[in-house]
């Protein structure tokens, strides 16, 4: 019985040396193209960061601006709020008939 290896031609050392050079060439060009690739990729994610980066600052900046005009929007209701207070005290004090004579 033949087997399957018996079957496939001997080659000579020489011609066996110039298949395995030219198969290191060929990885050796295809490694250079991962190299590449990589490259690529590594630039990508670093120009993703650094745009997530300044995102993330005129966001934060933006969100200090709008906090900031909230407070002085809520301050100048709170003033309003002890204005008012203020003044149902003073006509509180008054008394109900100076209010009325007042309001006539």
Partial sequence: ????S????K????????VLQIQV???????GELKVDLKALYDAIESNAE???QMLKTMREQD???HGELASK???LEKWRWMMMGAGIIIGSMGFPTVSALLK
């Fill in 74 to 76: 809520i301050s100048v």
């Fill in 51 to 53: 745009e997530t980066r």
């Fill in 64 to 66: 200090v601006k709008e």
């Fill in 1 to 4: 019985m033949a087997t399957a």
């Fill in 25 to 31: 060439k060929n990885l050796e060009e295809k490694i």
């Fill in 11 to 18: 080659m000579q050392p020489e011609t066996e040396i110039a």
């Fill in 6 to 9: 018996s079957k496939v031609p």
